[in-house]
């Protein structure tokens, strides 16, 4: 990640070796994701199990990154430029670890959404999801070339998946006034879709920190965010209510 080479050559080789963690890390939670959706679309209960039990490496590998970057700061004392490397790979590791947390949780909800009967609406899930694995791929891009311009497209694209999110919040709560026997379900999908719309915050938050470690500041415009669901209002018509 740092252009320059320093007098203790060791030195290089370790903000080489915490950036490749941050890479794997990020493959890792990558995969994670795409494993739960995966399992959702196959309705797949055993590999969603797998993929819960797979978060446990992305954990080990942050624990990696911790102790590196710790022992960075010790050693090396790094400054500048320097400093944001080690700095943003200890931010990164946590965003990717929330990452691969949240696609657990989406596999948790697989398992439980298996022992009911197939709902309509959950084709729209993995279609939002897939917004989120293409802002997660790009990010990881930005980071490995040390890209800001790359990382701020990925920050402003967040809005696309707020807006995804605010439709499918609709689209769930009308099935589920619609029919009560459609609540379990659409209950899971909408907690899945939650998950994937922090997973875009997550992402757009590395982006955040991929600017600073390439600029020393963070982006001076305020995030641009479209979750409106606190506000959603849902109307159904006399026929849904089941009157005449």
Sequence with gaps: ?????????????????????????????EA????????????????????????GKVDELEREIDNMAVRMLALRQPMAADLRVVIAALK???????????????AKRVIAI????????SHAVPRMAQQVQAMIKDVL????????DLAMQVWRRDAEVDESYNSLFRELLTYMMEDPRN??????????????ERVGDLTTNVAEIIHYQVHGHEPEKARPKGDETSFATVTIDDKAEGSE
């Design 92 to 106: 990164i590791s946590t965003m990717l670890e929330r990452i691969a947390d949240y696609a657990a949780n989406v």
């Design 183 to 196: 609540i379990g379900g659409c209950a899971h999908l909408l907690f899945m879709a939650k998950n994937i």
């Design 32 to 55: 994670q994701l795409a494993m739960a959706i995966d399992s959702l679309v196959k309705r797949d209960s055993e590999l969603a199990q797998q993929t819960v039990q797979g978060d």
């Design 141 to 148: 891009d930005a980071y490995q070339n040390n890209d800001s």
């Design 1 to 29: 990640m740092n252009e320059k080479g320093h007098i203790v050559k060791s030195f290089d080789t370790d903000l080489t070796e915490i950036s490749n963690l941050v890479m794997r890390m990020g493959g890792l939670a």
């Design 114 to 121: 298996n022992k009911l009967p197939p709902i309509r609406p």
